[in-house]
């Protein structure tokens, strides 16, 4: 998420909370777990609860290639 918000220039930050954007939204956080005991269950075993298959998708799509420099710049 961080990557997602730190990726967008200051006056185009409102997109990231946009509901019609779509960067903040279930294809970001797609969980791994039925329930939240399971979720329990999964950190104790240092498992992880998000899916970083989605997580590395939402960010490409929305930071594309870019370097700490370019977003910085």
Sequence with gaps: MGAVICGHKYSDLWKVFDKDYGAITVHLLHWKFKDYFE??????????????VYIKDAVYKYCKDMTFLEIFE
Aim: net charge neutral; aromatic share 0%.
């Design 39 to 52: 979720a329990i269950q999964m950190l104790r075993n240092g498992q992880t609860i998000m899916d970083p």
